[in-house]
């Protein structure tokens, strides 16, 4: 059984830097063929693809949102996936979950129901 937890602070001013941390237990992040992603949903919206990041060569890819201010990465070895996120604004105040499926899922890895495995989500607060 997959399972992700998600951690990071909280709140945040705007121009500032974080990075959330999500620790998967159940599958080797840089061996089994996954895509490992960052989803968030603010209040009243959809949820939003922000960036993917995947089990081998660590193709990445980013919404256009957050392109050049989050990077997401991995560190296979203690089998967790990051998401930096630099120069926040307070647009990117949402519950971010961390999320995994396997390649080969049915429909397009941006888009949320693809995946198969959530975390619980971590609050982002950006506000003076």
């Known amino acids: 059984q997959v399972q992700l937890q998600e951690s990071g602070p909280g709140l945040v001013k705007p121009s500032q830097t974080l990075s959330l941390t999500c620790t998967v237990s159940g599958a080797s992040i840089g061996t089994k063929p996954y895509y490992w992603s960052w989803i968030r949903q603010a209040p009243g919206k959809e949820r939003e693809f922000v960036a993917t990041?995947?089990?081998?060569?660590?193709?990445?890819n980013y919404a256009g949102s957050v392109k050049g201010r989050f990077t997401i990465s991995k560190d296979s070895a203690k089998n967790t996936v990051y998401l930096q996120m630099n120069s926040v604004k307070p647009e990117d105040t949402a519950v971010y979950y961390c999320?995994?499926?396997?390649?080969?899922?049915?429909?397009?890895?941006?888009?949320?129901?693809?995946?198969?495995?959530w975390g619980q989500g971590t609050q982002v607060t950006v506000s003076l």
């Open positions: 990041i995947t089990w081998s060569v660590g193709f990445t």
């Open positions: 999320a995994g499926r396997p390649a080969g899922s049915i429909g397009h890895y941006s888009t949320g129901s693809s995946y198969a495995y």
